[in-house]
């Protein structure tokens, strides 16, 4: 098993930036891929952005040229910088990580299935 602790969440003015950070603990491997989804409300949790073993990262066409993600091996930490917010960004931002079972990653990366491991979620509110 693998848990994953979300923080840095918060109220934020239109233009600004947020870091969040996603810890993981547990079972963590080399070859997990991670991955930050957000939901808001009445709306289906959506892909924002993920990066895989290698470092390759992906992205919504949402969030290009705003939203970055980096990964610190040696603290198995997931960060997800974000610049230049709008209030559309406004949800709950939840961490995922995939598992043991092998995914096709390069083809699955934005699918709430491909990931087994979820972190609670924490709230971005962005003002306009």
């Known amino acids: 098993q693998v848990q994953l602790v979300e923080s840095g969440g918060g109220l934020v003015q239109a233009g600004g930036s947020l870091r969040l950070s996603c810890a993981a603990s547990?079972?963590?491997?080399?070859?997990?891929?991670m991955g930050w989804f957000r939901q808001a409300p009445g709306k289906e949790r959506e892909f924002v952005i993920s990066?895989?073993?290698?470092?390759?990262?992906y992205d919504a066409n949402s969030v290009k040229g705003r939203f970055t993600i980096s990964r610190d091996n040696a603290k198995n930490t997931v960060y997800l910088q974000m610049n230049s917010l709008k209030p559309e960004d406004t949800a709950v931002y939840f961490c995922?990580?995939?598992?043991?079972?092998?995914?096709?990653?390069?083809?699955?990366?934005?699918?709430?299935?491909?990931?087994?491991?979820w972190g609670q979620g924490t709230q971005v509110t962005v003002s306009s």
């Open positions: 995922a990580a995939t598992g043991p079972r092998p995914v096709d990653y390069s083809t699955t990366y934005y699918k709430v299935g491909a990931y087994d491991y």
């Open positions: 547990g079972r963590t491997s080399s070859s997990t891929a």
């Open positions: 990066i895989n073993w290698t470092g390759r990262t």
